[in-house]
């Protein structure tokens, strides 16, 4: 008799255990892990994760599905093999159900072919190359239609962007030290990534206004990615009388850029694309000499460019005590994109939550996010456009989008202060 | 012992693998795992296992390909991820621009590295040791120049992605590679065993008196680097279409330093050494994703206690030990005989005993 007590009481556990294990979705998070990249990837991910647990998980159908993250260290800054690798084993070995994440395009190139493979939803939220979607999802549809891009805009958009903040700069120079065709040195990494900003920098900057900046590009300089020292760079603009200096370094030549600029007392502003100064880490990196160095960048602190901006930020910081970097804000709003799509599809059967996907409209923390026909997120006014951020009073402060008008639209944030020229810029053009 | 007729006879065979296979752990072991990677499809066809096999002996061959170069002849290559990296390019190009498939483009990639093999080998006419391998350091990284100058044909520093696969499943593609990689690891054994292999170890040895008995080491040299660069580049078009991108990465130090470990770590100068360190390290890298903080610092533990405790590499280290050779013909014997087996005089002959003074 104790003995059908104990095989009924083992069903009954089973009876209980079996569906709650069966209502898990096992989301891959892809990331370089020993890097900030991933790192923040994972953060994100996992912050976005408690909250819908917390809230009683996923509802799909007339299922709840709890969350249960798979961390996936992709080793992708050395190795594209390792990489490819790493997703195949997350798919069949661990059992993901869809992943997220992932950061240097050519190893996201080869992880989206094993996705694809796979027919796996994959939402990356690094890489910004625009052929990671462009040309594949247009072209091959039936083969590529699972990726979807959450964050960053990708590169050409980001270039946008960077030539924006460029001509709030030009504005500053004008206004501020009443040159009329303020002269910009272009510095840009030697890398193939840099080349058509450099290419659509010089035809912009050169051109009359109202289409161009009607300014004048005094040379082009390209010091290696990782170089050391850009002395002889920083002096030639110098001499060459720039009074602003338009950045394209993703690279660590950041570092010693803002560093030997600090330094020397360059009287030209730095703008642009410096992915060094987007971290929280950027004055004591540079030596506290990289005050007044202005770049592109996605969140800021106290800068709230939706209601989620701030609350995400505090809460990230309560939690891992760190600035979030966008590759934070765009795994966590993955999978809110994720939940969104799957509670309207009631299915989580790869072709419904690909349709539901499309229809997306949600509004995370660094803007809203709606894809565009290449599954990839629309840049502009009213969807996410990034931020110009520049480092002043010890913080990083933001100074774009300010009274940016497109059309009828007008763009501010609260938050969003005005740009400052350096004080020994304004004082050696002012002579 | 046997007529032409005889040759591929059942008995004849049975006997050859009793009395020259089987008679020796280390052809044992090669035979086994020769038979391991054939059928190991039947045990398991799990694909994340079938393309880390898949990778191992692309990589494998990689190693192997510099092992006859470097191991060799001595001509130590740290740029031997130029070969690997332009076959992968060259046949990725081939294919988007002439639309050919990945059964001709990976030829023709590989034949493209022979001549690479060459260009990079007449530099080993005039300079030696670290000043040689410096120069091949170079090559990949003109060719990674080279890449990033011409974006809009090589994809720039993106690579070109969208490759053709090997075959239509991952179980096509295992067997696809492992049999060009059989086939591969035992022309480069043969090779190395033959004539020419030994004038490879002389060239390594004293390249002055090689060249003194009448033997032209500037055509052997180039010779060598030929075909190291042929198989290194049938690895790299492998690679690149398994992966279905050739990128830069395929170019870069890491991929030219691989090699060398593998290679050292299973034993240099030996081409199944580099296929054991290959099939060793590889694989237990993704064993190690289990503990993913401690993964690298345990993988260059493990080499650094390998290298101190078997010095020669694992497989001398493990032959050593399972084989000894006959003190009188030279033969090798497995170390559980008592006499050897071709002129039976006694193996283990006990330490002579001291003189008494």
């Known amino acids: 008799m104790a003995h059908h007590r104990w095989l009924a009481l083992l069903a009954l556990a089973l009876a209980l255990a079996g569906p709650a294990a069966a209502q898990t979705l096992r989301i891959g998070i ?21 909250e819908l647990n917390r809230a009683g998980g996923i509802a799909v159908g007339n299922q709840r599905y709890r969350i249960e993250l798979v961390r996936v260290d992709t080793n992708e800054m050395t190795s594209v093999t390792d990489a490819a690798t790493a997703v195949e084993r997350a798919i069949t070995a661990q059992r993901v159900d869809f992943l997220v994440g992932g950061f240097r395009s050519e190893a996201v190139l080869a992880m989206t072919e094993v996705a694809a493979d796979y027919r796996k939803v994959y939402l990356i939220t690094g890489a910004a190359l625009d052929g990671i979607l462009a040309g594949r999802v247009d072209r091959n549809y039936d083969r590529f239609k699972y990726l979807f891009r959450v964050s960053p805009t990708k590169s050409s958009d980001l270039a946008r962007t960077s030539l924006l903040l460029l001509g709030e700069v030009i504005q500053a120079v004008r206004r501020d030290l009443r040159v009329e065709r303020p002269k910009v040195a272009i510095l840009a990494e030697r890398a193939a990534w840099a080349d058509p900003l450099v290419e659509t920098a010089s035809r912009l900057i050169a051109a009359p206004a109202p289409q161009g ?40 030549v950041g570092v010693p850029f803002g560093r030997d600029w600090g330094r020397l007392k360059i009287p030209a502003a730095p703008v642009g694309i410096n992915v060094e100064a987007q971290q929280e880490t950027w004055l004591k990196a540079t030596d506290n000499l990289g005050a007044y ?45 994720l939940a969104d799509a799957l509670q309207r599809a009631g299915t989580t059967a790869a072709d419904a939550v690909v349709r539901a996907l499309e229809a997306t409209d949600y509004v995370g923390p660094s803007g809203r996010l709606v894809f565009d026909r290449t599954h990839d997120v629309t840049w502009g006014p009213g969807y996410t456009t990034g931020l110009g951020v520049q480092w002043i009073e010890g913080r990083m402060q933001a100074f774009w989008p300010r009274q940016w008008r497109v059309g009828n639209q007008v763009v501010s944030y609260a938050g969003v202060r005005p740009y400052q020229l350096p004080p020994w810029v304004v004082e050696a053009w002012r002579r | 012992m046997t007529g032409p007729l005889r040759l591929w006879s059942l008995p004849w065979a049975l006997l050859y693998l009793r009395h020259e296979v089987l008679a020796l752990p280390g052809r044992t072991l090669a035979l086994a795992f020769a038979l391991f990677l054939l059928l190991f499809p039947l045990f398991s066809q799990d694909p994340y296992w079938l393309r880390v096999l898949t990778l191992t002996a692309i990589f494998a061959l990689y190693a192997a390909s510099w092992d006859l170069l470097s191991g060799y002849t001595g001509q130590v290559s740290l740029g031997h991820a130029f070969f690997f990296g332009i076959s992968g390019y060259a046949s990725a190009i081939l294919g988007r621009e002439l639309g050919l498939p990945p059964g001709l483009t990976i030829p023709l990639g590989a034949l493209l590295a022979t001549l690479a093999g060459v260009l990079v080998g007449l530099p080993s006419l005039r300079v030696r040791g670290p000043y040689l391998s410096l120069v091949t350091l170079a090559f990949p990284i003109i060719a990674l120049g080279l890449i990033f100058l011409f974006p809009r044909f090589t994809g720039g520093e993106l690579g070109l992605s969208g490759l053709p696969r090997l075959g239509g499943s991952r179980l096509e593609e295992y067997y ?34 090689v060249r003194m008995v009448g033997v032209n080491t500037v055509r052997l040299k180039l010779l060598a680097f030929a075909v190291s660069a042929f198989f290194a580049g049938l690895a790299g078009g492998l690679h690149a279409h398994y992966l279905r991108v050739a990128g830069p990465d395929s170019l870069s130090l890491f991929n030219s330093i691989q090699p060398v470990i593998w290679t050292v770590f299973g034993g240099i100068a030996t081409i199944y050494g580099p296929v054991a360190g290959t099939f060793l390290l590889f694989p237990l890298l993704e064993v190690l994703r289990l503990a993913e903080e401690l993964r690298t610092l345990a993988f260059a533990l493990l080499v650094l206690l390998v290298m101190r405790f078997l010095p020669q590499g694992v497989v001398r280290g493990v032959l050593d030990r399972l084989e000894e050779e006959c003190p009188r013909c030279k033969i090798r014997n497995a170390f559980t005989r008592k006499r050897c087996r071709a002129c039976g005089v006694e193996l283990h002959l006990g330490r002579p005993k001291e003189v008494a003074r």
Request: glycine residues 6%; hydrophobic residues 50%.
């Open chain 1, 30 to 50: 892809l990331g370089p892990m020993a890097f900030v990249q991933g790192e923040h990837t994972w953060h994100g991910a996992t912050l976005a994760a408690e």
């Open chain 1, 213 to 252: 900046y009607a300014s004048e590009v005094v040379g082009t300089w390209r010091p290696s990615a990782t170089a050391t020292d850009v002395t002889p760079e920083l002096t030639a603009i110098q001499r060459a009388g720039a009074q602003v200096i338009f950045t394209v370094l993703s690279g660590p």
């Open chain 1, 293 to 337: 160095v202005a770049t592109l960048n996605t969140l800021a602190p106290s800068v709230a460019i939706t209601p989620k901006t701030i609350p995400f930020i505090a809460n990230f910081q309560a939690r891992f005590r760190q600035f979030p970097i966008y590759t934070a804000s765009g795994a966590y709003a993955a999978l809110y994109i």
């Open chain 2, 176 to 209: 696809l590679v492992v049999l060009l990689f059989l086939a591969s690891i035992l022309v480069l054994w043969k090779l190395s065993g033959s004539r020419v292999g030994l004038l490879f170890h002389a060239i390594r040895e004293d390249e002055m008196a």
